[in-house]
């Protein structure tokens, strides 16, 4: 049983190599978007480049991604190590043994979960109805990169040792490996190295839009009136009346004092036009052209000044994401804008008509579509 020379600590370290960059780099990521979506932020999050936010919840989708052929294969090398004896005879050997297995079946455990829920994350399907995504995938996000750092310390000399040596050197081999395989230890890394970069050319058009018509996998690739996708219609968010409505007005409430702004009013405001993304934290995202008034402007109008946050109320009436904080630096940023029409045209009802919030290098879901309400401390 297990008696392929192709199951080799050699295989697993040069695997495993790329796995782990791909772990670090979708953890690094990870992190950046959960910072985004918070309402407050010790350290001001950057409103440029406008970009910024696109980029790294691409690269943490698709090196999630890549790393799902990383791991079935690191599994698969290390597999017989899970029906080795224990050192009964040894008690210290037994217990060092025991957490080793331990610390792996954690990061095994809390690597699967996060690939998986993510995947399911970017398809928009959530199967789960007991836990928050968000604050789960962050939590158990760090008990994987931790089991991991564990992992690496524990097994370093042997990793370095696999890696400053031939891929076919059998020095860490098992005694049972003797079977040569049907290819060898270099094709079979090769041809891992090349099905994770199949995985992400698949998936990838979702931000790269000159991969879009390869990405065959990709859960968004554009489509959608002026070019940009549609997450929640206003079927879903329940808007469909109360947007259309010609009693809908834009409430701007300063301290105590409430300016209300028809439509007409917007539309009369000096209009202004900006290329933004949208970017969501499903990995797609998409580039538009917006045009509207600046928030900046409309918040000097009700008398406010724009060096303080603003809470940002929708029309939908649940959801997570129904109100948000605006940090105090996206509001004076002159590319922030309500906007009222996408690549020349009237904003479409799903696309958060009569007006939505756009702002540089700012979550998807926290940029609020039909928008009617907007909260200024005094």
Same mark, same amino acid.
């Given at each position: +049983?297990?008696?392929?020379?192709?199951?080799?600590?050699?295989?697993?370290?040069?695997?495993?190599?790329? /796995?782990?960059?791909?772990?670090?780099?979708?953890?690094?990521?990870?992190?950046?978007?959960?910072?985004?979506?918070?309402?407050?932020?010790? %350290?001001?999050?950057?409103?440029?480049?406008?970009?910024?936010?696109?980029?790294?919840?691409?690269?943490?989708?698709?090196?999630?991604?890549? =790393?799902?052929?990383?791991?079935?294969?690191?599994?698969?090398?290390?597999?017989?190590?899970?029906?080795? #004896?224990?050192?009964?005879?040894?008690?210290?050997?037994?217990?060092?043994?025991?957490?080793?297995?331990?610390?792996?079946?954690?990061?095994?455990?809390?690597? !699967?979960?996060?690939?998986?829920?993510?995947?399911?994350?970017?398809?928009?399907?959530?199967?789960?109805?007991?836990?928050?995504?968000?604050?789960?995938?962050?939590?158990?996000?760090?008990?994987? %990169?931790?089991?991991?750092?564990? *992992? %690496?310390?524990?097994?370093?000399? !042997?990793?370095?040792? @696999?890696?400053?040596?031939?891929?076919?050197?059998?020095? *860490?081999?098992?005694?049972?490996?003797?079977?040569?395989?049907?290819?060898s230890r270099r094709a079979l890394v090769r041809t891992t190295f090349a099905a994770a970069g199949v995985a992400v050319l =698949?998936?990838?058009?979702?931000?790269?839009?000159?991969?879009?018509?390869?990405?065959?996998?990709?859960?968004?690739t554009g489509e959608g009136p002026g070019g940009v996708p549609i997450n929640k219609s206003a079927r879903a968010a329940r808007?469909?009346?109360?947007?259309?409505?010609?009693?809908?007005?834009?409430?701007?409430?300063?301290?105590?004092?409430?300016?209300?702004?028809?439509?007409?009013?917007?539309? @009369? +405001?000096?209009? *202004?036009?900006?290329?933004?993304? %949208?970017?969501?934290?499903?990995?797609?995202?998409?580039?538009?052209?917006?045009?509207?008034?600046? /928030?900046?402007?409309? /918040?000097?109008?009700?008398?406010?000044?724009?060096?303080?946050?603003?809470?940002?109320?929708?029309?939908?009436?649940?959801?997570?994401?129904?109100?948000?904080?605006?940090?105090?630096?996206?509001?004076?940023?002159?590319?922030?804008? /309500?906007?009222?029409?996408?690549?020349?045209?009237?904003?479409?009802?799903? *696309? #958060?008509?009569?007006?939505?919030?756009?702002?540089?290098?700012?979550?998807?879901?926290?940029?609020?579509?039909?928008?009617?309400?907007?909260?200024?401390? @005094?």
């Amino acid at each position: +049983m297990f008696t392929s020379r192709l199951r080799s600590p050699a295989v697993t370290a040069r695997v495993g190599l790329w /796995l782990g960059i791909a772990f670090g780099l979708c953890f690094v990521t990870g992190l950046i978007s959960h910072y985004a979506q918070q309402p407050s932020h010790p %350290i001001p999050f950057p409103t440029s480049p406008s970009w910024g936010y696109r980029l790294t919840q691409g690269l943490h989708v698709t090196s999630g991604v890549a =790393a799902i052929p990383l791991l079935l294969v690191k599994l698969w090398s290390v597999l017989p190590k899970l029906f080795e #004896g224990l050192p009964l005879r040894d008690p210290r050997a037994l217990l060092l043994t025991g957490l080793e297995r331990a610390s792996i079946t954690v990061l095994v455990a809390a690597s !699967i979960f996060q690939l998986a829920t993510g995947l399911f994350n970017a398809a928009q399907w959530y199967p789960w109805t007991t836990f928050s995504f968000r604050t789960t995938h962050y939590a158990i996000a760090w008990v994987a %990169i931790g089991a991991l750092v564990l *992992h %690496i310390a524990v097994k370093l000399p !042997i990793i370095r040792d @696999a890696l400053t040596s031939d891929i076919e050197v059998v020095t *860490h081999d098992r005694a049972t490996a003797t079977s040569p395989g049907p290819l060898s230890r270099r094709a079979l890394v090769r041809t891992t190295f090349a099905a994770a970069g199949v995985a992400v050319l =698949a998936t990838a058009g979702s931000t790269v839009p000159w991969l879009r018509r390869v990405s065959v996998f990709a859960v968004r690739t554009g489509e959608g009136p002026g070019g940009v996708p549609i997450n929640k219609s206003a079927r879903a968010a329940r808007v469909e009346e109360s947007a259309m409505s010609p009693d809908w007005r834009l409430d701007v409430v300063v301290g105590g004092t409430t300016t209300s702004l028809t439509y007409a009013d917007l539309r @009369a +405001m000096p209009q *202004h036009t900006v290329d933004l993304p %949208i970017a969501c934290v499903e990995g797609w995202s998409a580039q538009g052209t917006w045009s509207g008034v600046r /928030l900046a402007d409309v /918040l000097r109008l009700a008398g406010a000044t724009t060096d303080r946050e603003v809470a940002v109320t929708s029309l939908q009436q649940a959801g997570a994401f129904r109100r948000t904080t605006l940090p105090a630096n996206f509001a004076a940023d002159d590319r922030t804008l /309500l906007a009222l029409d996408l690549s020349g045209e009237q904003l479409s009802l799903d *696309h #958060g008509f009569p007006c939505r919030l756009i702002a540089p290098n700012r979550p998807g879901v926290l940029q609020t579509k039909w928008v009617s309400r907007l909260e200024v401390d @005094a």
